[in-house]
Each structure stands twice: as C-alpha cells, then as structure tokens.
C-alpha cells in the first residue's frame, strides 16, 4: 500500500471513528452515563488496532471484516473486544461447573453502552438510509449465532425493540429513569 493511500485510510477511518464516538457519547449522555460516553471506544487509537484498521480500511463497514477476510481473524478486534466492556464478547468466562467458555450476564451499565453504540454504528455505516428499525434489525439477523447471557440479551433486545417502536426520546427517557432509579432495565 503506498503513502497516499494510507493517508486516504487514515483520514477516512479518523472521521469514521470520531463520527461514531460523538454519536456514542450523544447518546450516553442522553443515558446519563457521562464517563462512558466520553471514554468509549479509546482503545482505537491505540497501534494495535489503529494500524490494521487504516489498513483494512473500506468507509463503508467495519476494516475488521477486511482484516478477517485476509487472515481468517481480526487482530484489531480480538484487542478491541478484550478492552471494552460494551461488547457482549468481553463478557464470555469458563464455567465451574462445565469448563467450558460461556456468556456472563453484563451490568446494566454496559448493556446500556452496548445499545448506544449500536444505534451510532447504525446511523454512521447507513447514513440517510438509517431508521429506528436498523439497530434491532441488524441485532435479530445475527441473534441464532451469538453468544450472549439470555438475560442480557434480552435486556437490549427490549431497548432495540423500544427505539423501534417508540423512538429515541421515549427510550433514552426511559434508560435514564432505570439509571438514576437503579432499576432493571
């Protein structure tokens, strides 16, 4: 790859991911998770994940699925979802029971992040042709093949199906009173 085109990558995958962290912080803080919002997805612009992301880039889905389609796994991923408590892959330990790996249910605080960042993800890869629909869509396509606490999943499902139904004022309003309430989601 030549000097302008990593430039080209870089300032491309830059604007993509201060894009999406303003949409994520927006959204926390509309949560009333402020610290969250601010600190989301730092992790980017370390080497580990900045340098194969500028080099996978493609503006129009996640450069991890460029690096997946080359190596057959995404380092930048594998570094991502082990830093970020917003992503359900975080959240997998052996059981003591079976030894084997298995779903952990996630605190309400990062379910809460995690349905932020999906409804920013949605917004920043669909552009115009975003509606409230996407993010549960999107969720619903890959639900048989992931692994997630039944709870958990659930509990964002519930948010996602919210957002669809009712929008982003009702479902914000609503996740703010479950917050500051301490209440289930």
């Known amino acids: 790859m030549n000097i302008k085109r990593i430039k080209e990558n870089l300032i491309g995958h830059l604007k993509t991911v201060f894009r999406h962290k303003k949409e994520v912080m927006i959204n926390c803080l509309k949560c009333g998770l402020i610290l969250q919002g601010i600190t989301h997805d730092l992790s980017k612009f370390s080497?580990?994940?900045?340098i194969p992301s500028v080099m996978n880039y493609q503006g129009d889905r996640s450069p991890n699925e460029g690096e997946r389609e080359k190596y057959g796994y995404s380092k930048a991923w594998m570094h991502h979802?082990?830093?970020n408590k917003h992503h359900f892959e975080y959240w997998t330990d052996y059981s003591a029971n079976t030894r084997e790996l298995e779903p952990v249910e996630i605190p309400k605080r990062y379910v809460i992040e995690m349905f932020c960042d999906r409804v920013a993800a949605s917004k920043i890869y669909l552009g115009e042709n975003y509606n409230n629909s996407e993010?549960?869509?999107?969720?619903i396509k890959g639900k048989k093949k992931r692994k997630i606490h039944q709870k958990t999943g659930e509990q964002l499902e519930k948010l996602l199906r919210m957002l669809e139904e009712k929008g982003e004022a009702e479902t914000f309003k609503y996740i703010r009173k479950a917050v500051f309430l301490h209440k289930e989601l």
């Open 135 to 139: 993010p549960l869509n999107y969720y």
């Open 47 to 50: 080497p580990s994940e900045l």
């Open 81 to 83: 979802k082990g830093r």
